[in-house]
């Protein structure tokens, strides 16, 4: 684990691997080290980037910062810092999926493909122990109940959270419409959802009428809120696929029992 410092700020971070840069971005529950296995397993052939929003994991807790302007304004100075002008893959997960797309929109030619697991298309895809959040105790904990000691990775650095950044970034996406964000960026976005996560609720086929070709969504059939650890060597593979062959959604290997639409 490493640390730098941005805008006055300690952000922790892993690097690992060689070859095209690829960005995970960690969701409400939880930090960069819950990317870790995918980390590592796509380090073979990439390099591969994961760091701590502020107030989540061993990054400060600066609640000024708490919110999607400021978390899109630290993947720019992150990268700035570390080198890269373009990132092959950003892969966004919850939260990390919304400041994803912001990120790709206000940068459209420094990001080449977007993956967004989980992404809250509006508010009112959000579960309801994730929109009623108050503040009180461990967000993961409290959020995903005894789920969550099916994930020690979560578990591990859920006590690091301040409940303050779950509280005032949800609060900031009460006019979140990340349909309308799709449907201006250009890059193939790749939205993926398991269908029995509790936290983000998947969206049906008709979000898919409103989009154009670039975009693509499967639904995962028993994955919960964590797809890259409840079935990871398929999460992986997914990454892989979705590097190799972009928009080109037919060449996408999916398991029989994956549920999906094609366009």
Not at 208 to 225: F, K, T
Not at 229 to 236: A, G, I, K, R, T
């Amino acid at each position: 684990m490493s640390a730098i410092i941005v805008e006055g700020g300690l952000v922790h971070y892993e690097a690992l691997g060689r070859g095209r840069p690829l960005l995970f971005l960690h969701d409400w529950l939880g930090s960069w080290r819950y990317w870790v296995p995918t980390m590592v397993d796509m380090a073979s052939s990439h390099r591969t980037y994961g760091f701590d929003f502020w107030g989540f994991g061993d990054s400060d807790k600066a609640p000024a910062r708490y919110d999607l302007e400021s978390y899109t304004r630290q993947i720019e100075l992150f990268l700035q810092q570390m080198g890269v002008r373009q990132v092959s893959l950003m892969i966004g997960h919850g939260l990390g999926a919304v400041i994803a797309l912001r990120y790709a929109q206000m940068h459209p030619q420094e990001v080449v493909q977007v993956m967004a697991v989980s992404l809250p298309l509006s508010p009112r895809h959000m579960g309801r122990t994730l929109s009623s959040f108050t503040g009180n105790g461990s967000p993961a904990r409290t959020i995903l109940g005894r789920r969550i000691l099916a994930y020690e990775e979560v578990e591990l650095e859920a006590d690091k959270t301040d409940p303050r950044a779950v509280v005032q970034t949800v609060r900031s996406m009460t006019e979140l419409d990340a349909v309308r964000i799709l449907q201006r960026l250009t890059v193939p976005v790749l939205l993926v959802y398991g269908l029995e996560d509790p936290v983000i609720r998947p969206p049906g086929n008709e979000v898919l009428e409103q989009l154009d070709y670039h975009v693509h969504l499967l639904r995962l059939q028993g994955v919960h809120h964590y797809p890259m650890l409840d079935v990871s060597p398929e999460f992986n593979r997914l990454i892989r696929d979705f590097l190799l062959h972009g928009d080109n959604w037919d060449r996408i290997e999916l398991k029989d029992e994956w549920k999906r639409r094609m366009r």
